[in-house]
């Protein structure tokens, strides 16, 4: 990833979509040839001097300090996935690249123990570049369409495996959160070649993924709701939660989870008891 370039791009994209009202700056005239705010009016906000966010927004981030950037992230109304981009992006400004490892393929024992103690929640462990390092049962019967791949990975079926299309109900929403955190992970790790690799290939194979990579948005995916279309057990509306750990950088657990009584916890009961039985028939082929 061309650093100056991404740095240049987030800051003329977020400042595009912030009008002078949302600012609170008056209007003069009734036309005005620069999309959102001008660089004039950034720096105003932000309390610097034209010259010095010209600089910041061609790229170069070098030496901006904490102040400078908090004033930025003001002036631009960033949310809190955005402001840790934007210092993500003066960090690494001002760091000596380093190549970074390939990304982990496998997780300690310990944690596929984790994994194994939840019998009743769907839970997987990933990694930065979206590789699904280990599961549960119940997750790879949730999943069953991801889990076909022998090298599962969220991003890329999400982007390349039509059958995403089917399974996500919202599938745009699914689209623009993958991208958004693909982005997010590229401006901590920008000389991470695993990362770089996969967002090549996404760029390269999907039209979809381009579209929503060059919108620049980053956004962080820690809680929420998804909605699914499983083949067997039908719609699910399934509440997930995303946590790391401190003892593995860059590994997360994902669980999903539904509110007891609930329509979609009598699924995952089902589904629970469906992969069970299935599994259990394949062993006996076996």
Do not use: C
């Amino acid at each position: 990833m061309d650093h100056r370039a991404e740095i240049k791009e987030f800051l003329s994209s977020r400042r595009a979509r912030l009008s002078p009202e949302q600012a609170g700056l008056p209007v003069y005239g009734g036309n005005r040839r620069v999309k959102g705010l001008r660089r004039e009016e950034v720096a105003l906000l932000a309390g610097v001097s034209v010259d010095y966010y010209v600089r910041l927004e061609r790229g170069n981030l070098a030496g901006a300090s904490e102040g400078v950037l908090e004033a930025l992230v003001r002036a631009l109304q960033l949310d809190d996935a955005e402001r840790d981009h934007l210092f993500a992006l003066a960090r690494e400004s001002d760091a000596t690249p380093v190549r970074r490892r390939t990304a982990t393929k496998g997780v300690r024992p310990a944690l596929q123990q984790v994994l194994e103690a939840i019998t009743d929640a769907p839970a997987w462990i990933r990694n930065a570049q979206f590789d699904i390092l280990a599961a549960n049962q119940l997750s790879r019967a949730l999943y069953a369409s991801l889990f076909a791949d022998p090298h599962p990975n969220t991003a890329r079926f999400t982007f390349l495996d039509p059958a995403a299309q089917e399974f996500f109900v919202d599938w745009d929403r699914a689209a623009d959160d993958i991208a958004a955190v693909l982005r997010l992970q590229a401006g901590k790790n920008p000389h991470d070649k695993a990362l770089s690799d996969l967002i090549g290939e996404l760029s390269t194979r999907s039209e979809t993924f381009r579209t929503r990579w060059a919108d620049h948005n980053v956004r962080f995916h820690r809680s929420g709701r998804k909605k699914l279309h499983h083949p067997v057990v039908g719609d699910l509306d399934i509440d997930f939660e995303a946590m790391e750990f401190p003892s593995d950088p860059g590994l997360t657990m994902v669980v999903y989870t539904a509110p007891t009584g609930s329509p979609t916890a009598d699924a995952l009961k089902l589904l629970a008891s469906w992969s069970a039985t299935h599994q259990s028939i394949a062993q006996d082929n076996e």
